[in-house]
């Protein structure tokens, strides 16, 4: 108790430098919980932004196999599914059924390609406040061969809402198809993604896939939340599976299960409807790579900073110890154990520690608070890393626990040996010392 | 009395043109037209200039090397120009095809129904026909394209396996040979035409057009010409349908 009380009092005797010592270790946090707190947001915004355009959280999609061994993408009948998601108890906020191809849209020369996702806009009723109109809006599709496209596409094509378009595709077969979309909104440019998509009336884009109007090609649970997708996702794989024929999901941490479903499509033969289930995170996985790949970053530059925060401890409390060699004599002169010496610097160094930690998580959430301020806009490329146009940062416990668990036992290491010669000296030698 | 004279003879017009055209096997004609497009037993090579025409845009020039071996359904595209693309292939065995991209070393699983690069002409336009094999004819006509008399068949795909639902073949009338095919989308749109230029290569036997001329109907001014060269029905090396030959072939 000694020990701490004395620790306390010598930090604040020597203000400057205990400030000096505690902001070079409060710059470190404040780096690494900003890279943090980046990368845990970057993977919600991304799977936010992802489960928005893609109407989703856990999909199931058919895939048939053509007499020549081509795979087709195709929900018949969903009564299964349906059936599954019961049983597996999905929360779904929204069941989405959609269709889509790929499409390259024509007008007077000009060309554009694009993925169109066929839309139900009567039971998808979220997605109106996710699109932002520059031109036209959802009333346009009261047409069916209404469309709506981004701003960089429409200047691409040279289009204004209510004008006509060509659109090209193939049939879910592969047969060439041509068909005229009209123009109902124009979106404000949403990044890479959204300049690649646009929305379609689903029961034309249907007609186009040559597919019947109840049929449709993936099936999206749309979750209240991020949390528990692949658990829900597992769930209905057990319960559908029972049903259906399914392709096996590969929960194995290390293999990509999209890339695994397909290596199964391409190796097998089946007759009549396979299924797939996949989770946001089977698509995202590379994204939780770009995370992973953050955190190791951020973990290093932590490390790196503690060496070169280190040599400064130790130099310091080196620097210390002399300053303090007759107080150290006279205190184990009056009993003092050497133990308590030791520990008397450790405590000291802990102390720095401590307080650089808090003050560096506080200027890290002053720092992130600013960043989160600044708007980005609706036509930025990184839309998709951001949260309506904002920068994001979200602090996960143990991982600043980790954090800052890493500081104390580095700044206790800097400063053991410097502690541990001050514990050694004798008492005698210390009081003779003369500065 | 005169009325009723020119009603028979109308009638009897009408009758005798449509044995005429009734006495003609036109499933036998489109197997005709099939089997002057494939070199069955023999192999074949040519080489394929195509020059893409597109409005606004300088012409572009690809230029492909086809190995065929048609007993085996068997299929080697290699382009040789533009040097960027150099080297990149397609091989086709059964109903498997593989597109081979040098850069990455890959080969990626494709279709027949791939473009070839940015021209309108498609892998499938330069293997052999297989019009009898996937379509039925659902209808003729007589008809006459510049100086040929020609037949004009209306086919529907017997599958879903061709890129095209509909075709509208013209055949010349004195031999089983097309001289146009308009493509049509399943939405019954006319989305290319392809003329099959009259004059041709003599090829161990078999008419080749020298030259074919493709017409993107969807976009105004939009061509491709295939101009054919160096053909040969001279025995391949079975290597060279094989993987291991478009690594190498660069």
Known sequence: ?435 | MKRTRIAILAAAFVAVATLAAGAQDFKAMLKAVDEIGSFGSQDYSATYSIVSEKPGENPSLIEVKIFRRDAHDQFVLLIQKPDKQKGQGYLKIDDNVWFYDPESGNFSHSTMKENIQNSEAKNSDLKKYTFADDYDIISTASGKLGAFDVWILDLKAKNDEVSYRHIRLTIRKDKPIPLKEEDYSVSERLMRTVYYLPNYINAGGRLIPARIKIVDELNKGEQSVLTISDVSVGKLDDQVFTKAFLERAR
């Open chain 1, 1 to 435: 108790m000694n020990s701490i009380k004395l620790a306390l009092r010598n930090l604040t005797r020597q203000k400057k430098r205990s400030i000096l010592l505690a902001s070079a270790v409060a710059f470190g946090i404040l780096i690494v919980t900003v890279i943090n707190g980046f990368a845990a947001a970057f993977v919600q915004n991304v799977s936010e932004n992802f489960a928005n355009l893609e109407a989703g959280h856990v999909f199931v999609e058919g895939v048939e196999k053509t007499a020549s061994g081509r795979e087709v993408s195709i929900v018949r009948d969903d009564k299964a599914i349906m059936d599954a998601a019961v049983a597996a108890k999905i929360p779904a906020k929204y069941i989405t059924k959609r269709s889509s191809f790929e499409a390259t849209l024509r007008n007077e020369g000009r060309s554009a390609q694009l993925a169109i996702s066929g839309v139900d806009f009567a039971s998808e009723t979220f997605l109106p406040d996710r699109l932002v109109f520059k031109s036209g809006g959802l009333e346009g599709m009261q047409d069916r061969q209404g469309v709506i496209i981004s701003e960089p596409i429409a200047k691409r094509l040279g289009v204004e809402a209510g004008d006509r378009i060509l659109v090209q595709l193939r049939t879910y077969t592969g047969q060439q198809n041509v068909g005229e979309f009209s123009v109902a909104g124009i979106t404000y440019d949403s990044g890479i993604i959204g300049n690649m998509s646009g929305y379609a009336n689903k029961d034309y884009v249907n007609e186009l896939l040559a597919l019947s109007p109840d049929e449709y090609q993936t099936v999206g649970f749309y979750l209240p939340s991020l949390d528990g997708m692949d658990q829900y996702g597992n769930a209905l794989y057990d319960a559908l599976k029972d049903k259906v024929p399914v392709f096996s999901r590969d929960k194995t941490a290390e293999a990509n299960p999209i890339r695994a479903m397909m290596e199964q499509t391409k190796k097998e033969t089946w007759t009549g409807i396979k299924y797939r289930v996949l989770t946001l995170n089977d698509f995202l996985s590379q994204v939780q790579q770009i995370v992973n790949v953050l955190n190791t970053v951020s973990l290093i530059i932590l490390i790196v900073l503690f060496v070169i925060i280190m040599v400064g401890i130790t130099n310091t409390f080196r620097i210390i110890m002399f300053e303090r060699i007759k107080e150290i004599g006279t205190m184990r002169s009056m009993g003092m154990q050497r133990g308590e010496v030791r520990n008397l610097f450790l405590f000291e160094a802990l102390f720095i520690a401590l307080g650089g930690a808090v003050a560096g998580l506080v200027l890290a959430g002053v720092a992130m608070g600013i960043l989160s301020l600044v708007n980005f806009g609706m036509d930025t490329p990184i839309f998709i890393i951001l949260k309506n146009g904002h920068l994001t940062f979200r602090l996960e416990f143990w991982r600043t626990a980790l954090d800052i668990g890493i500081v104390a036992v580095l700044t206790l290491i800097a400063a053991y040996i410097p502690a541990r010669n001050a514990a050694k000296l004798d008492p005698a030698v210390a009081l003779r010392t003369t500065k």
